[in-house]
Each structure stands twice: as C-alpha cells, then as structure tokens.
C-alpha cells in the first residue's frame, strides 16, 4: 500500500472532522440568531460582539457538566447511544465531494476521502443508520417520553427513507452513476445543465425527505417538546445530549452538500464565481432555508407525517420514476 | 318546559357559531379541499412573513435586561419605603400599629415607647420580606402616608436571610447583625438558629 494516500486521507479525514464540528457549532449560533431576529427577538447578544462567542461559553458548558446516567437505564447501550450520531453523520460525509480539485505546491488535491462508486447509496446508507442513535437512546433511557421518542425515530425511517431513496431515482437513471463526481461533472455546462430543472419533482421530494431525515422542523416530531418533552434525549445531559446535536447539524450539512451536489450544479464555477464559492454559497442558502422553515412552519403529527410521506410524496415518486423512464427511451 | 331546554345547556342564548368550512363527505371533496389547500400557498406566506420581519430594522421586542428596564406603573407594589417629613426629616411614622394589625401575612412588627417628651417613638420597625404577599394593605392603612411602596423590584438575595430587613430602608445593618432583630415566630419567618445557617459572602459582610 502507498503509505502518502494512508497519509493524505488522515490528513483530510481530520480536516474534514474539525472544520464540519467547527462549521455545526457555529450553525447553532447562526439558528439562534436568524431565528431570534425573525422571530423579533435579539438573541445571544452578551458573550461576545453579538453574542458570537456563544458558543465557546455553550461548549464549555456542556463539556463539563455533570454525566448523569439515569438509575435504571440500561448503560452500556444508554452511554454508547449519542456517540452513533455524530459517528454515522461523519461517515457519511467520507463520499461526499466538498470541493473541485485543487493543486497545493504541485500536488494535485481531491477534496473528497474516499471517492467510491456508489458514494450516493453510501451517503445515504450510513446517514440513515445514524438513525439507531435516538432509537437505542430512546430505549435504553427506560423514560416513557423517550420511549415515545424511540417509537416515532422508527415511523419517521420507514417514511421518509422510501421517499429519499425514490426520488433519487430519477436523475440516477439520467445520470448512469452513482459517484457523486459522475452527478457532479453531468450539469457541468452552467445553470441551465442543473437537474433541479429536467428533475423538479425529485428536487422537491428529495429536499422534503431531507427535512424529515435530519429531524428539523416540519417532522421535528422525534424531539417535538410541546409534546414529549425533549423526545429521545430527555435523560441525556452534558456532553451526550451535545453530542446528538452535533451529530444533527452534521447531518443538516450533509444533506445541503447532497441537495447541491445532486440537483444545483454542485461546485462547477459558474461565469466567474469558481467553484469552491459556488458550493459554499448553495450550503449555506440550505442552511437557511432550514432555520427559516423552523421559524414560519408549524410541524405535523406522525400519522400526518406518515400519510404524506406514504400516500402523497411516494406515489409522486414513483411518477416521476416512470415519466422519466418514458422520455428517456 | 321541554326537554330542548335542558339538552342543548351549553348554548347560551346570544351564541355566536363559527361558520367553519364544511368537512367534505366525498373521496372527491377531499381531493379537491387537499388540492385548493396545495395550490394557495399558505406554507409560502408564511415563509414570507417571517423573512420579512427578519430584515426589518428595529422592530426587535427584546429588552436587553440590566441594560434597559421596562418603566414600571407609580402604583406598582413592590419593596416598602419608610418616609421622612419633609420639612424637620424625622420620621413620618407615628407608631400607630396600624399597619402591623391589618398585616394578613404577619410580617410586620413594631416596637415603640414613650420618649422624654411623653411623645410616642418608634423604637423597632420590621417587616419580614420573605413572608410579605406585598397585598399593599399597610400602606392603605396608614394614616400618616408613612410606608409607601417603591418600585425597587430587584430584590433577589442569594440568602434567606437578607429578607428579614431591608437595611437600606427599616433597620441599620449592625443591629441587624447584631441578631437584634425581632420577628414572629411562624412560617417564612427567621428561625432561632438560622445565623447558624448563614454562610459568608464577600459582599454582605
């Protein structure tokens, strides 16, 4: 084995770790804010210019408060719960091509740690066993409202996971391959070459179903507090209640660099905007577009969330499946 | 009298119903009713009314708290005051004991005597803050407007004990430390050996 590719996946494997922990910690910032001015209220306004500091003081709060494991938890399975979020968040994005090709003194760089041929179903895959986190911390917590949480994780997989994987159907039977570089070099010829034009439908379906896969607001139903409390994480304090966020907004990320990589073009430069800007700036119009869906939408019940993501968004899935297998024989 | 009457008592007469929409019978009102709801563009409304009050500026409702306080109502009831006489700046209070009579949570206590001049003198006054309901009784009672109520209504303590008095305004700090203070005995109120509880700040002593 060529110990310099051992070497510069380490390298990018820790980059990748630390800018996405950075990049979700500051989110939390950033959703507080957005949400607070959009909701007429100021926010974190105290540590900080604006409150930017926030989040170091809300780190060291969590790092070391108190480890609280509930008396009657089952605890190897209660301890090792929130480590599967941020552990399947970050695999996840080992496929996932952040940025086009650089050259650092000579050295031609691929921003991307393992470029595998199916990286779109491994995406996918890993993303969607991060799932086990709330499920076994649910379960193992012995608490009724995390129990709930538990059972809703499951109804919330088996619904938006057929929807996701349908509508990602359609531009691969396009595109002929499942490498997110494929997906990526096929709408390399400028805006109008974008999938998000010849596959709206599954644009739509398959940002909804990311809305439902990264628990955020409209089917936010697994933590929903109006209703159980804090869902799976009612037990959870310090640093294992963080971890499931970070492992949240690491998937939040993941799925914006999929919507953009898939359906916006991903990081082909566009006029005179290189590539790198480009990419960045449709991540961060999804970030937004999250915090701003959490801040206009009320959310909805499990058995509507069931009913739109069975009776509704799947047929429409398997529609566009079918058109588009029509045009394009 | 007919049965009506006493079947239908949850409708007052005057009863205003709300003329909701009409739940569809059919499979094919349903669609429709699903379809109108889909097309209208609720959910885009109401994306739009928050963008736009998110690049308004300065339409924030916060209030940055220690910085900026809300003005309060002259009325408020909040922490008592002891007023002096304006013209000689002795004290108004003429120990009547009106106040500590009418007191319904018993927190107050009085203690006068007769001075050199056989004149009525208010020896001890105390009310005991961590019982007080702040009712406002005292101050209506008292015939001389000698207890008032202020609106310094940033009375968190970090102990019980500083609600036995309001130094600042009742009782001098060194008697108070003095364990001259004088309370009745019964719930809220300063137990014998609550000294003993008292644990040193810096700030208070």
Partial sequence: MDWAIVIETVIKTVIVLSVVAGMAAFATWIERKVLAYMQRRLGPMNVGPHGVLQLAADGIKLFTKEDIVPQHAVKPIFKIAPVIAPVCAFTAMAAVPFFPEFTVFGYTVTPIISDINVGILFVMGVASAGMYAPLLAGMSSTNKWALLGAARTVIQLLSFEVVSGLALLAPIMMIGSLSLIDINDYQIGGIGSWLVWSQPMAFLLFVIAGFAETNRTPFDLIEYEAEIVSGYATDYSGMRWGLFFVGEYANMITVSFLVSIMFLGGYNPLWIIPGAVMILIKISAFIFLFLWVRAAWPHVRPDQMMWLCWKILMPLALLNILITGIVLI | ?205
């Avoid at chain 2, 500083?162 to 137990?191: C, I, V, W």
């Fill in chain 2, 1 to 205: 009298m007919s049965l009506e009457q006493f079947s239908k008592r949850d409708v007052a007469p005057g009863y205003i119903f709300y003329n909701a929409e009409e739940r569809p019978q059919s499979g094919w009102e349903f669609f429709k009713r699903g379809f109108s709801r889909a097309i209208k563009g609720e959910l885009l409304v109401g994306l739009k009314i928050v963008l736009v009050e998110m690049f308004k500026r300065g339409n924030t409702h916060t209030v940055s708290y220690p910085q900026e306080k809300l003005a309060i109502g002259p009325r408020y009831r909040a922490i008592h005051k002891l007023l002096r006489l304006q013209e000689s700046g002795s004290d108004r209070c003429i120990g009547c004991g009106l106040c500590e009579k009418i007191c319904i949570s018993n927190c107050i206590r009085i203690e006068t005597k007769l001075d050199k001049n056989s004149r009525k003198e208010v020896s001890q006054y105390t009310i005991n803050f961590g019982r007080c309901i702040f009712c406002g009784y005292c101050a209506e009672v008292c015939p001389e407007l000698a207890i008032v109520h202020s609106s310094d209504y940033e009375n968190a303590s970090e102990q019980r004990a500083h609600y036995g008095l309001r130094e600042d305004m009742l009782t001098p700090l060194d008697e108070f430390k003095a364990n001259k203070q004088q309370e009745f005995p019964g719930f809220g109120a300063l137990s014998d050996d609550a000294d003993s509880f008292v644990k040193k700040t810096p700030l208070a002593y």
